[in-house]
């Protein structure tokens, strides 16, 4: 069971947007502490995606977003497009583990 | 440029150590907070343990705590885990990550590079 809720699975056609959620609590996302994503493509190391909440590292396309509310943050893919097909993962700080704490991962498939 | 190579995995029974190592190059080594992730076959990532730039704090996943030590020699910009009391449900990929910032508070910190990871089976 992860710190971080994230939805299993999400999918959409070439050219689509898709979002993918990463719910917390008052220790982590809703203590204020800052929300990144990863991309996972088959067989590979992690690979950061988005950083503090909704910042985009040099070379990732700006179909990438991210945003945070609450205890929430989101991941948004516009545009979707057949390499996009991956595993995400959100990560945050918890104050009560003292440690970092992963979303259990979405699976995105482009049908 | 920025590099991390793990090394040391393979298949241990349980109960016994093992020791992984992770090479740094193309940065100041001893500038930067360093982690451990894992990823058990099929699963998803897990946080093992950071250590400070300076080696002066060291934290641990509860399911670790007690079991493994993180330490780094920053003479040689090698990142170690040894792995004690090794359990079934320790088999997994273990990813080395650098701090993205240097010098800074973990918690407001992000991975950034990963490691290509090493394979750890824990099987009789």
């Known amino acids: 069971q992860s710190v971080l809720t994230q939805p299993p699975s999400v999918s959409g056609a070439p050219g689509q947007r898709v979002t993918i959620s990463c719910t917390g609590s008052?220790?982590?996302?809703?203590?204020?502490?800052?929300v990144h994503w990863y991309q996972q493509l088959p067989g590979t190391a992690p690979k950061l995606l988005i950083y503090?909440?909704?910042n985009r590292p040099s070379g990732v396309p700006d179909r990438f977003s991210g945003s945070k509310s609450g205890t929430s943050a989101s991941l948004a893919i516009t545009g979707l497009q057949a390499e996009d097909e991956a595993d995400y993962y959100c990560?945050?700080?918890?104050?009560?583990?003292?440690?970092?704490?992963f979303g259990g991962g979405t699976k995105l498939t482009v049908l | 440029q920025v590099q991390l190579v793990e090394s040391g995995g393979g298949v241990v029974q349980p109960g016994r150590s093992l020791r992984l190592s992770c090479a740094a190059s193309?940065?100041?080594?001893?500038?930067?907070?360093m982690h451990w992730v894992r990823q058990a076959p099929g699963k998803g990532l897990e946080w093992v343990a950071v250590?400070?730039?300076?080696?002066?704090?060291?934290y641990y996943a509860d399911s670790v705590k007690g079991r493994f030590t993180i330490s780094r020699d920053n003479s040689k910009n090698t990142l170690y885990l040894q792995m004690n009391s090794l359990r079934a449900e320790d088999t997994a990929v273990y990813y080395c990550?650098?701090?993205?910032?240097?010098?800074?508070?973990?918690?407001?910190?992000?991975?950034?590079?990963w490691g290509q990871g090493t394979l750890v089976t824990v099987s009789s």
């Open positions: 990560q945050s700080y918890d104050s009560s583990l003292t440690g970092g704490v």
């Open positions: 008052s220790s982590n996302i809703g203590a204020g502490y800052d």
């Open positions: 503090g909440n909704s």
């Open positions: 990550a650098r701090d993205a910032l240097p010098k800074s508070d973990f918690e407001n910190n992000w991975f950034d590079p």
């Open positions: 193309g940065f100041t080594f001893s500038s930067y907070g």
């Open positions: 250590i400070w730039y300076d080696g002066s704090n060291k």
